[in-house]
């Protein structure tokens, strides 16, 4: 008996195992919110529930696209310009923002050959990135 009512709990829509359906929207925000970028993205894909919040919540894509922009804003601005939601932006930069970071940073300033790269050190970046890279390298 005890079986059966868990189960159903867990299948019901704002049953115990559907935290999100309980909440009020804002603080489902606030805590898929707290996620960072990988872990928002898995969460959207955990049940039908989760993802209807986290895909229709703009603003949660927004505060991470943001973050990317500190690194990308040409290519944020760019996405953006031509009409692409918060999230489409953010998942079209977020990796190149990540590598592009850690060329920016110098990580890589001193790797004698190609096979000493990391696996996930490079990434399709346009002409003007790798600009923005080379003056980087020069400077140093």
Avoid at 9 to 16: C, K
Avoid at 28 to 51: M, N, P, Y
Avoid at 62 to 85: K, P
Wanted: charge should be negative; aromatic fraction near 8%; glycine fraction near 8%.
């Amino acid at each position: 008996m005890d079986g059966e009512r868990s189960a159903g709990r867990e299948r019901g829509a704002g049953s115990p195992a559907d935290f999100v359906a309980l909440l009020p929207p804002e603080v489902s925000s606030r805590i898929f919110g707290d996620l960072d970028v990988e872990s928002l993205c898995q969460a959207a894909v955990t049940c039908k529930g989760w993802h209807r919040v986290i895909e229709g919540n703009d603003r949660l894509w927004r505060h991470h696209c943001l973050s990317v922009r500190a690194v990308c804003q040409r290519e944020i601005d760019c996405d953006r310009g031509n009409g692409y939601s918060w999230k489409i932006t953010l998942l079209r930069n977020y990796w190149k923002s990540k590598v592009k970071q850690e060329w920016l940073s110098g990580k890589y300033s001193n790797i004698l050959a190609q096979h000493s790269l990391p696996e996930k050190s490079m990434y399709p970046m346009d002409v003007e990135t790798w600009g923005e890279i080379l003056e980087a390298e020069l400077e140093r």
